[in-house]
């Protein structure tokens, strides 16, 4: 089984702060991972995928980068609906996903 | 695109129970469906999926064989048999829509959008 570990697990950060969290697999899953952001009480939603393709109606100021088996999403210029949970998900394994153990993103 | 869970509740462990999972909005199937849960302070767990004609289905190891992933296709309707119930089952459990782009040898896949969630409590 392939799997997903992101650094840090916990983050604070200031507004317009620019903001890295890591996503490591355990194999070479080429560009199949995805992110996610989860805020208490909402439905997850997905940012990315494929790696580094933002999802429509998802701000510029997210990127995603990496292949093989690391990667990473950027927000550059945090803002304050920014903070929340992220997940990252390999789906190399077609339907057989995995997720990440999650990065909380906090206010400083 | 809305989903909306239910069947959620208060169970014993050993005891069993149904999520459904009704959809709208889009054409059923054509798409993949599955099943995600968050256990208290937890993170997101994949739990189970199928494909939109409900002839291939997948499980976490952590749910196989206890857990059981249908469809129906006529009333738009997905559901999540849950037999021999645990403690650590115990978790919102999000039905979501599966989205495949690229070629069809070897397509992208991801989770999109998601229900709100049904809380599932396994407690004696």
């Known amino acids: 089984d392939i799997q997903m570990t992101q650094s840090p697990s916990s983050l604070s950060a200031s507004v317009g702060d620019r903001v890295i969290i890591t996503c490591r697999a355990s194999q070479s899953i080429r560009n199949y991972l995805n992110w996610y952001q989860h805020k208490p009480g909402k439905a997850p939603k997905v940012l990315i995928y494929a790696a580094s393709t933002l999802q429509s109606g998802v701000p510029s100021r997210f990127s995603g980068s990496g292949s093989g088996t690391d990667f990473t999403l950027t927000i550059s210029g945090l803002q304050p609906e920014d903070f929340a949970t992220y997940y990252c998900?390999?789906?190399?394994?077609?339907?057989?996903?995995?997720f990440g153990q999650g990065t909380k993103l906090e206010i400083k | 695109v809305e989903l909306l869970e239910s069947g959620g509740g208060l169970v014993a462990p050993g005891e069993s129970l149904r999520l459904s999972c009704g959809a709208s909005g889009f054409t059923f199937n054509n798409y993949g469906m599955n099943w995600v849960r968050q256990a208290p302070g937890m993170g997101l767990e994949w739990v189970s999926g199928?494909?939109?004609?409900?002839?291939?289905?997948y499980y976490a190891d952590s749910v196989k064989g206890r857990f059981s992933v249908s469809r129906d296709n006529s009333k738009n309707i997905l559901y999540l048999e849950m037999n021999n119930l645990r403690a650590e089952d115990t978790a919102v459990y999000y039905c979501v829509k599966g989205v495949r782009s690229g070629s069809e040898r070897s397509p992208y896949n991801w989770l999109d959008p998601w229900g709100q969630g049904t809380l599932v409590t396994v407690s004696s």
């Open positions: 998900q390999q789906s190399y394994s077609g339907l057989l996903y995995t």
């Open positions: 199928l494909s939109g004609g409900g002839g291939n289905t």
